[in-house]
Nanobody, 121 residues
Framework: VQLQASGGGLVQAGGSLRLSCAAS????????MGWFQQAPGKEREFVAA????????YYADSVKGRFTISRDNAKNTVYLQMNSLKPEDTAVYYC???????????????WGQGTLVTVSS
């Protein structure tokens, strides 16, 4: 699976952005997909994930109620709608494809190149 993230940019606090992650490969529709963020000087952190069917979604507490993850398996694309953006959301955002082993265990083994989101105050 190859992943290409896009949609980042500069936005004012309170604004919105939608990130997209286009995937190639026939196994996309069987994969759990996730978004992660890495702020300057910090480790990469989980943001959101969506099951292969789209029936289950998971969010970090810091983005609950503001971000929405979705997917379109017909288009091999996963999205992250980000609303009410805050300066602390500034980071490079990565999409990843993972294998769900059950029990909340997902191993992410394919990563996109990242897209930069900058939120100004």
């Amino acid at each position: 699976v190859q992943l290409q993230a896009s949609g980042g940019g500069l936005v004012q606090a309170g604004g919105s952005l939608r990130l997209s992650c286009a995937a190639s490969g026939r196994t996309f529709s069987t994969r759990t997909m996730g978004w992660f963020q890495q702020a300057p000087g910090k480790e990469r952190e989980f943001v959101a994930a969506i099951s292969w069917s789209g029936g289950s979604t998971y969010y970090a507490d810091s983005v609950k109620g503001r971000f929405t993850i979705s997917r379109d398996n017909a288009k091999n694309t996963v999205y992250l709608q980000m609303n009410s953006l805050k300066p602390e959301d500034t980071a490079v955002y990565y999409c990843a494809a993972g294998q769900d082993y059950g029990g909340g265990v997902v191993e992410y083994d394919y990563w996109g190149q990242g897209t930069l989101v900058t939120v100004s105050s």
